[in-house]
């Protein structure tokens, strides 16, 4: 797709993921030295990660860029903005959206600038979110989905456009709605689960069947899940029992696991 597919206003900058390929940085360096870009990290709490952190990229004098943008996303991943705003205050908004609370006491770094993570958390938005989140971006443009839509091979150009409500600016550590908390967490979980399906060459809806039931039977540490996963894995046709005996996770799976490993015999 070409940017002139690409409906709406040309876009002025692009937020480029960098921690989500690290090789971007190089390709950036050797093919636009003369493009304008600034580390997002500079002068905030992740200063020391700078060099490791996303680039907001001038696009208006570099067109040559901005189609490969759109030509060849996977090689450019990120967002890309179109904003009438000064590029300072464009950048001081990037920054605040960097940290947010989840709950009274947590806070978080909030990689909304990777296209997975976007595909989820905006999701999460209403149209006051939005306007609040969006702030001096009137349109928002990226090439991705969820991890499920990446497991099918069903990625595509996703566009968000400001709804431009009045709402208050956005807070320094804003705190995250429960359902923005829940995409994020779907995030997380299906993530998870496109991994271990390409380690071990397992289908990912079938793995994702297999997370599922794990989490329903209360496997919700990480470790004990990824155990769960393994020892489904041994024993596809096995049926859970309605309840476990232990007083921890780990005791009721092994508790599983061993009357499993009875039923085998």
């Given at each position: 797709?070409?940017?002139?597919?690409?409906?709406?206003?040309?876009?002025?900058?692009?937020?480029?993921?960098?921690?989500?390929?690290?090789?971007?940085?190089?390709?950036?360096?050797?093919?636009?030295?003369?493009?304008?870009?600034?580390?997002?990290?500079?002068?905030?709490?992740?200063?020391?990660?700078?060099?490791?952190?996303?680039?907001?990229?001038?696009?208006?004098?570099?067109?040559?860029?901005?189609?490969?943008?759109?030509?060849?996303?996977?090689?450019?991943?990120?967002?890309?903005?179109?904003?009438?705003?000064?590029?300072?205050?464009?950048?001081?908004?990037?920054?605040?959206?960097?940290?947010?609370?989840?709950?009274?006491?947590?806070?978080?770094?909030?990689?909304?600038?990777?296209?997975?993570?976007?595909?989820?958390?905006?999701?999460?938005?209403?149209?006051?979110?939005?306007?609040?989140?969006?702030?001096?971006?009137?349109?928002?443009?990226?090439?991705?989905?969820?991890?499920?839509?990446?497991?099918?091979?069903?990625?595509?150009?996703?566009?968000?456009?400001?709804?431009?409500?009045?709402?208050?600016?956005?807070?320094?550590?804003?705190?995250?709605?429960?359902?923005?908390?829940?995409?994020?967490?779907?995030?997380?979980?299906?993530?998870?689960?496109?991994?271990?399906?390409?380690?071990?060459?397992?289908?990912?809806r079938l793995l994702w069947s297999d997370l599922q039931q794990g989490l329903?039977?209360?496997?919700?540490?990480?470790?004990?899940?990824?155990?769960?996963?393994?020892?489904?894995?041994?024993?596809?046709?096995?049926?859970?029992?309605?309840?476990?005996?232990?007083?921890?996770?780990?005791?009721?799976?092994?508790?599983?696991?061993?009357?499993?490993?009875?039923?085998?015999?």
């Open positions: 797709m070409s940017a002139a597919d690409m409906s709406g206003s040309v876009p002025r900058w692009l937020l480029l993921d960098v921690p989500g390929a690290p090789a971007a940085a190089r390709r950036l360096q050797e093919q636009f030295a003369e493009t304008r870009s600034v580390a997002l990290f500079e002068g905030t709490e992740f200063h020391e990660l700078r060099e490791q952190g996303p680039l907001l990229v001038d696009l208006q004098h570099s067109p040559a860029l901005t189609s490969l943008c759109h030509l060849d996303a996977g090689s450019w991943p990120g967002l890309l903005l179109v904003s009438a705003s000064p590029a300072a205050q464009l950048l001081a908004h990037l920054r605040r959206m960097l940290t947010v609370t989840l709950g009274l006491h947590h806070k978080a770094l909030l990689n909304y600038y990777n296209p997975h993570t976007a595909s989820y958390f905006f999701d999460g938005c209403d149209p006051g979110e939005l306007s609040c989140w969006l702030g001096p971006i009137s349109l928002l443009r990226w090439f991705g989905g969820t991890w499920a839509d990446r497991a099918i091979g069903s990625q595509g150009w996703q566009q968000l456009s400001n709804p431009g409500l009045t709402v208050a600016r956005l807070e320094n550590e804003h705190s995250l709605s429960d359902r923005q908390q829940r995409q994020l967490q779907q995030c997380l979980l299906e993530r998870h689960a496109w991994q271990w399906s390409r380690s071990i060459g397992r289908d990912y329903k039977l209360g496997f919700t540490e990480r470790p004990v899940l990824d155990d769960w996963l393994w020892l489904r894995l041994q024993y596809p046709h096995a049926r859970p029992v309605p309840e476990l005996i232990g007083a921890s996770q780990r005791e009721r799976l092994d508790y599983l696991r061993q009357l499993w490993q009875n039923n085998q015999g």
